[in-house]
Structures are given as structure tokens and as C-alpha cells.
Nanobody, 114 residues
Framework: VQLQASGGGLVQAGGSLRLSCAASGRTLSSYRMGWYRQAPGEVRELVATITSGGSTKYADSVKDRFTISRDNAKKTVSLQMNSLKPEDTAVYYC?????????WGQGTQVTVSS
């Protein structure tokens, strides 16, 4: 499975960005997609995940600001990020989890200036 993420960039605090990720390669069934992020000197952390059936999970720090969605037919997952804060600055990674296997995208930088 290959994952290609896009949509990162530089934005001022309070602004919005939308990340997208497209999966290609092996066809999987019932897999979870999601976004993780890693700030400099920090461990990678979960941002949001979504199952094939549409069940979502969010980190407390992004609840009510970020929205994850997916298109199963297109094998894409998106992350709408609103009310961005400087502490959201990180490299964001797209993830597919299937049968305990993890596949990762290349990461896209999100920088929020104060």
C-alpha cells in the first residue's frame, strides 16, 4: 500500500488547512485510515482515525477543530483543520491500519505561525 499526502503549508493562527491522502496499491478490506503528527523532539501522536464504516476518533487536543473524512471508493482520507494553533505545528502523516499492519505516507509539514 502506498500513501500520498498533500495539503500542508504555512498558515496563521486561527486559519484553516485541509490535508488529503490517497492510497494505492494492494486492495484492502475493512481498514482504518488516519492522521498522526510529529513535532520536533516529540513522539508521533494520533490526531484522528476513521474506520471503513465511518466511526471516528480524535485526540482531545483537536476535537471540535479538526474533522476527518474518507471516500472508500476513491481510497482517500482527508483532514479538515480549522482554528489552527501554533501547537498544531508538526509533520502530519497519513496512516492505514489493516490487520495490525501499519502503512505510512511520506509526511506533510504543517506550520502555524502566531
Amino acid at each position: 500500500v502506498q500513501l500520498q499526502a498533500s495539503g500542508g503549508g504555512l498558515v496563521q493562527a486561527g486559519g484553516s488547512l485541509r490535508l488529503s491522502c490517497a492510497a494505492s496499491g494492494r486492495t484492502l478490506s475493512s481498514y482504518r485510515m488516519g492522521w498522526y503528527r510529529q513535532a520536533p523532539g516529540e513522539v508521533r501522536e494520533l490526531v484522528a482515525t476513521i474506520t471503513s464504516g465511518g466511526s471516528t476518533k480524535y485526540a482531545d487536543s483537536v476535537k471540535d477543530r479538526f474533522t476527518i473524512s474518507r471516500d472508500n471508493a476513491k481510497k482517500t482520507v482527508s483532514l479538515q483543520m480549522n482554528s489552527l494553533k501554533p501547537e498544531d505545528t508538526a509533520v502530519y502523516y497519513c496512516n492505514v491500519n489493516w490487520n495490525s499492519l501499519n502503512f505510512w505516507g511520506q509526511g506533510t509539514q504543517v506550520t502555524v505561525s502566531s
